[in-house]
C-alpha cells in the first residue's frame, strides 16, 4: 500500500515572503531557550538532516526552512510525503495542479485513507490510548493498539452492516472518551464522514449542527460527568432521534449505565465485539473526512468539510515538527469532542504517540490536570490561558505537589497567554518546559503560528511561523506590514484548508467568508503583528477590532492587563458604533467573590491599563457583571455583545444555545435596554 519514493512536482515559485521566522529575537530576552541536546534531537531537525542528505536542499536554521516551505510550496508538501512515507493506495500524478485559491487541487490521483496511517507499523502491546475521568465515573481505562484496531474494524463492521458506505454521514454526540476515538476511525475507515458534538450542548443546539448532515448513524453517550455531577442525556437522545428523521440507526454507550427503554437501540458492547479484521476504503486525496462546525456567534453554524489526504499531511506536520511527538510520547490537550483541538488530539496516534482523553471538569479536583499528568507520565500537556491564569491565581504549585519531570512541553491555545504566565510556569511547573503558544483554529484544523522546539520562546508572543504557512500580516490596502499591527492573511494554500462548506453547492459562502477582503488571499479573521524578527502577537479578532477614533486597538492587550488585578476574575470590551457617528467602548468586569466595583478599584483598572496597555485603550465605562459570556470553546463573545448594544435582535445574529450560559445573555440584553440602544 505504499506508494513509494518521489513523483512529479508542479506549482509556480513565488517571491520571498517578508515575514519569515527568525531564531533570535534581537533585543528581546527569551524565557526559555532549547537546550542543544534538544535541538539536535528535535525531529525538525532530522527532517532538515533529511532534506540535506536526500534532496540536496541545505537550511541554516528554521527561519530558513520555514521560508523555503512557503516559497517551494509543491516541494515541500513533497518532501513531507515522502519523508512520513504516507500510506497510499496509488500514487498522485503531481503535487499541486494550480497553486491558487480557492480552488488548489491537491495531489490528484492519489488514494489513501487517514485511518492506514494511524495503525501503521505500531506495536502490537504498545499502549494507544488512555481515558481518565472524575472520580465516581469508570475508572482509568487503556487501550493497545491491537485493541485499538480491533474494535475500529468491529465498529466499522457494524456501520456497515447498518447501511454505512463512503460519502454518508455518521454523527456522535458523546464526551471524550475511548468510544469517541473508535467511532470516528470506525467512520473513516469507510471512508464516512464524522461530526460530532460533546454531550455540554443542549439536544437542540446538537441538531442544529448534526442535523445539517442527514446522517444516518447516530453514537451517544447516556450521559457524562462534570464538576462532581451525573448528566442524564436520554431525553438529548430521544429529542436528537425524533429531529433528525434521516437516522438509520443508533448505538448507545453506557457512561452512566442508566436503562433505555428503546429496543431499537444498538448497545456499544453489541456494536464493538468480534474479531473482523479492519478493512479501510482507499479514498481520493480530497476526500472529505470529518465536518467540524463554526462556533455559531455570528447566525446559524458553518460545516467546515476537510479531506483525508489535507488533514493528514498537515497533522503529520504539526504532531511531528511543531509539537516534537514520537513513539513513546504521552499526549494530552484538554478539550471537548465540540472543538478543533479534540481533532487536533486524535492526530497525535498518526505518529505513534500515546493519547489521553478525559471526561471531566479540569478543575474537580481544582489540580486534576496535574495529577492526571503525573500518573500519565505526560510528554505534551496542552491546555488554555483561561486554566493556567486560573491556577496561577489560586496559587498552585503543581511542580511541588507532582512529579512531572516528564513533561517536556506545555501547549496553549483558545486566545493569548499573558506574558506574565510564562513566568509563573516557569516557577511552578518547570524551568525547562516549553511553552508553546499557537494560533490557527477550526478553519485549517492546525495551527498556521506556533511552536518549535528550535527556536526560543518569548513572554506573550508565538515564536514562530508554522511550516507551509505564507502567512503574512497585511493593511487595508494589502501591504504587508512589519512591527505593525494588521490582518492575519495567507497568501498561497494549505492543504488542510477546507475542501468547501456543507449545504454551499455555489461555494459562495465559503468565498465571502475568507476572500471577500483580499481576492485570492485567505483573509483568516485574526489582528495580528509579526516582529521583525518573526514572532506573531495576537490582538483579537479583527472582526470586533476597537477602533476609537481611527486608532485601531486589540481586545487581547486591554484582557492581558486588567485580569492581573487579583479581584478580576474576567474581563470584556467592546466597541458599539452607532448611526450618528458616535462611539462607545465599555469594559464589563466579572469580579471575584465579594468584591465590589467602587472608585478605588476603577481607578486600578484604568491605571493598570494605561502603564501596561496606553491611554487611548482606557474605557469610556467600567460596568460590573455577572458573567462574561463565551462560545463552548471558550472565546467571548465580543461581536454578539456588541450587536446587542447596537439594538440587533440577538437571535438573528447569534444562537443563544452556541455559547456556555445562555441566560448569561439576558444581563446585556436588559442593560442594552436600559440604555435605549446607545450611550447616556
Known amino acids: 500500500m505504499n506508494m513509494g519514493s518521489d513523483f512529479t512536482v508542479l506549482g509556480r515559485n513565488a517571491p520571498l515572503p517578508s515575514t519569515a521566522a527568525a531564531d533570535t529575537p534581537q533585543g528581546s530576552l527569551p524565557t526559555w531557550q532549547p537546550s542543544r541536546g534538544r535541538q539536535q534531537e528535535a525531529n525538525v531537525e532530522v527532517f532538515r538532516r533529511w532534506l540535506a542528505i536526500t534532496r540536496g536542499e541545505k537550511f541554516d536554521d528554521y527561519a530558513d526552512l520555514q521560508r523555503w516551505s512557503t516559497t517551494e510550496i509543491a516541494s515541500f508538501w513533497a518532501a513531507l510525503w515522502s519523508f512520513f512515507d504516507v500510506a497510499a493506495y496509488s500514487r498522485p500524478n503531481c503535487v499541486l495542479v494550480e497553486e491558487t485559491m480557492p480552488g488548489a487541487e491537491w495531489f490528484p490521483g492519489a488514494t489513501l485513507n487517514y485511518v492506514d496511517q494511524v495503525f501503521r507499523d505500531r506495536l502490537a502491546d504498545g499502549t494507544a490510548v488512555i481515558e481518565e475521568c472524575e472520580p465516581g465515573g469508570p475508572g482509568r481505562r487503556t487501550l493497545s493498539w491491537e485493541q485499538l484496531e480491533r474494535k475500529v474494524a468491529a465498529v466499522a463492521s457494524t456501520l456497515r452492516g447498518n447501511g454505512v458506505q463512503a460519502g454518508d454521514r455518521v454523527v456522535g454526540y458523546l464526551p471524550n472518551t475511548i468510544e469517541t476515538v473508535i467511532s470516528f476511525l470506525a467512520t473513516a475507515s469507510l471512508g464516512a464522514l464524522w461530526a460530532s458534538c460533546g454531550q455540554e450542548y443542549l439536544a437542540a443546539a446538537a441538531v442544529d449542527r448534526l442535523g445539517q448532515l442527514d446522517p444516518k448513524v447516530l453514537i451517544a453517550a447516556d450521559g457524562y460527568r462534570y464538576a462532581g455531577k451525573s448528566h442524564d442525556r436520554r431525553d438529548a437522545i430521544g429529542y436528537i432521534r425524533t429531529n433528525i428523521t434521516s437516522l438509520q440507526a443508533t448505538i448507545i454507550v453506557p457512561r452512566l449505565e442508566l436503562p433505555m427503554e428503546d429496543s431499537g437501540l444498538i448497545e456499544w458492547s453489541q456494536a464493538s465485539a468480534g474479531n473482523a479484521p479492519l478493512q479501510t476504503v482507499p479514498l481520493p486525496f480530497d476526500h472529505p473526512l470529518w465536518v467540524l462546525f463554526s462556533s455559531g456567534t455570528t447566525g446559524r453554524p458553518k460545516g467546515i468539510v476537510h479531506s483525508h489526504g489535507g488533514v493528514l499531511l498537515e497533522h503529520l506536520k504539526s504532531m511531528s515538527f511543531h509539537l516534537d511527538l514520537a513513539p513513546g510520547d504521552v499526549y494530552f490537550w484538554y478539550t471537548s469532542p465540540s472543538w478543533m483541538m479534540w481533532n487536533f488530539q486524535v492526530a ?41 491564569q486560573a491556577c496561577e491565581k489560586d496559587d498552585l504549585s503543581p511542580a511541588l505537589t507532582y512529579d512531572l519531570t516528564s513533561l517536556r512541553t506545555l501547549g496553549v491555545t483558545g486566545s493569548v497567554l499573558p506574558a506574565r504566565s510564562n513566568a509563573w510556569v516557569a516557577n511552578r511547573v518547570g524551568a525547562d518546559v516549553q511553552v508553546a503558544s499557537m494560533t490557527g483554529g477550526t478553519d485549517v484544523v492546525s495551527a498556521v503560528a506556533t511552536a518549535v522546539p528550535t527556536v526560543p520562546v518569548h513572554a506573550g508572543q508565538i515564536s514562530a511561523l508554522a511550516l507551509g504557512a505564507a502567512l503574512e500580516s497585511w493593511d487595508k490596502d494589502g501591504r504587508p506590514l512589519i512591527d505593525e499591527v494588521g490582518e492575519l492573511v495567507l497568501t498561497k494554500p494549505m492543504p488542510s484548508m477546507p475542501v468547501r462548506f456543507w449545504d454551499d453547492p455555489s461555494g459562495e459562502r465559503y468565498r465571502c467568508t475568507y476572500f471577500d477582503g483580499y481576492p485570492r488571499v485567505w483573509q483568516h479573521g485574526d489582528w495580528v503583528t509579526i516582529s521583525g524578527h518573526g514572532t506573531v502577537t495576537v490582538h483579537g479578532r479583527s472582526d470586533a477590532t476597537l477602533n476609537r477614533h481611527g486608532v485601531r486597538m486589540g481586545s487581547a492587550d486591554i484582557y492581558q492587563a486588567v485580569e492581573k488585578l487579583p479581584q478580576i476574575r474576567e474581563a470584556l470590551v467592546i466597541g458599539v458604533e452607532y448611526a450618528d457617528g458616535t462611539y462607545w467602548m465599555p469594559l464589563f468586569v466579572a469580579l471575584t467573590e465579594d468584591t465590589i466595583l467602587n472608585d478605588d478599584l476603577i481607578c486600578a483598572i484604568q491605571d493598570i491599563i494605561r502603564k501596561e496597555a496606553s491611554p487611548r485603550h482606557i474605557p469610556d465605562e467600567i460596568i460590573a457583571t455577572p458573567a462574561i459570556p463565551h462560545t463552548r470553546t471558550g472565546k467571548k463573545l465580543e461581536i454578539p455583545i456588541k450587536k446587542i448594544f447596537q439594538g440587533v435582535d440577538i437571535n438573528t445574529i447569534f444562537d443563544p444555545q452556541s455559547t456556555d450560559d445562555a441566560s448569561v445573555l439576558q444581563w446585556y440584553i436588559d442593560l442594552a435596554a436600559r440604555r435605549a440602544g446607545r450611550p447616556e
Request: charged letters at 10%; a negative charge.
Open 348 to 388: 497525535g496516534l498518526l505518529v505513534g504517540a500515546t493519547i489521553i482523553c478525559y471526561d471531566g471538569s479540569p478543575t474537580h479536583p481544582a489540580d486534576a490536570i496535574w495529577g492526571l499528568s503525573e500518573r500519565n507520565r505526560v510528554t505534551f500537556l496542552g491546555t488554555s490561558p483561561g486554566y493556567l
